[in-house]
């Protein structure tokens, strides 16, 4: 192709797809034309790197706790650009690092500061499995455990209490002796509430 026809199109703002179409070769043929020393493709501004970020500026915003989406939208590039410069530097963020939490007991830090999705960054222990988990999460389960088997054993002793009650009942309309009546009912009463 001419280099005065290549460079009139390049200065009307056709691009290279199109410019392919007008002389019949594949765009890759006209952007190869286009690098001659002094033409330029309309959008090569576009689609020119936009450079990195620094180790330091990415370091402080993943541990401010920030996704690759929102470090994308701090430094104006895109989430692939972000994930490109964490595995470049060796980074990650905190969620990353939660979904490989993972460590060997006695080798690592028994507590390390991770994300919880609940709690967000919290101290997080690491259980005999070799998993951190959150503290606060794992101390929430153990209250509510406990206050559910208190729940049980209430109303298991409610329970107790009730079959207890209607067997008195019971015994004082068969004209049982009281004393054998309170010896029943306290066997039952033991019988159901610890089971053997």
């Not at 002389?23 to 006209?30: K, N, Q």
């Not at 990353?96 to 609940?118: Q, T």
């Not at 070799?130 to 088997?149: D, F, K, P, Q, W």
């Not at 409610?158 to 009912?185: F, K, Y």
């Amino acid at each position: 192709m001419d280099a005065g026809v290549l460079e009139k199109y390049l200065r009307d703002g056709l691009s290279l797809e199109k410019i392919g179409e007008l002389s019949g070769r594949h765009p890759t043929t006209v952007g190869y034309w286009v690098k001659q020393p002094g033409l330029a493709a309309v959008h090569r501004d576009r689609h020119a790197p936009k450079g990195g970020i620094d180790k330091d500026t990415l370091a402080a915003l993943t541990d401010a706790g920030l996704s690759t989406r929102e470090i994308a939208e701090r430094v104006d590039l895109s989430q692939s650009t972000v994930r490109h410069w964490l595995r470049r530097h060796g980074l990650r963020t905190y969620r990353a690092r939660g979904r490989k939490a993972h460590g060997v007991p006695g080798v690592d830090e028994p507590r390390k500061p991770h994300r919880c999705a609940r709690h967000g960054i919290t101290e997080f222990w690491l259980d005999a499995r070799g998993i951190y988990r959150c503290l606060r999460c794992r101390s929430e389960a153990v209250s509510r455990r406990r206050t559910r088997l208190k729940e049980i054993l209430v109303s298991e002793a409610a329970d107790a209490a009730e079959n207890c009650s209607a067997l008195e009942t019971a015994a004082s309309r068969a004209h049982l002796p009281r004393s054998a009546t309170r010896l029943q009912s306290a066997s039952y009463c033991a019988r159901t509430v610890m089971p053997k």
